[in-house]
């Protein structure tokens, strides 16, 4: 927890410095410090190894299951997206789910939000 929380607020202080101070790549370098803590966390949170069940539960339907649209299937789109990745297991696919949320977030904020304001933006 506490490596967690030491880590935000590092992310925040260099998007801080590249905003305030001109430290080229704060923003960034704030985004892959927080990218590279969602990757390699493990068991953070309550409902973690719920979703590596799911992952597994979802993994055991036939691809032509999910299209069919059965009613067993409460999300087809996303258990479809778990099957893709089911021979790589539930980390790797939990750590793309990293990486492209990441990336959409860091991208909005550098196009949408004032450098002045990307330590806010960050935390």
């Given amino acids: 927890m506490y490596f967690v929380f030491i880590c935000c607020l590092l992310s925040i202080f260099f998007a801080w410095l590249e ?3 001109g430290f080229k790549g ?3 370098f ?3 410090l927080v990218t590279l803590v969602s990757v390699f ?3 953070y949170g309550c409902d973690y190894f719920s979703y590596i069940d799911k992952f597994y539960d979802a993994t055991r339907y036939e691809i032509k299951t999910f299209l069919s649209l059965d009613q067993d299937i409460r999300e ?8 893709f990745f089911e021979p790589v297991g539930p980390y790797v ?3 793309f789910l990293a990486i492209v949320t990441s990336s959409i977030y860091y991208k909005f904020i ?3 939000v004032r450098k002045e304001d990307y330590w806010l933006a960050i935390s």
């Fill in 19 to 21: 905003s305030k101070c």
């Fill in 26 to 28: 704060g923003l960034k």
């Fill in 30 to 32: 704030g985004f892959i």
């Fill in 41 to 43: 966390r493990y068991g």
């Fill in 76 to 83: 087809p789109g996303w258990s479809l997206l778990m099957k």
């Fill in 93 to 95: 696919f939990f750590a």
């Fill in 110 to 112: 550098k196009k949408n």
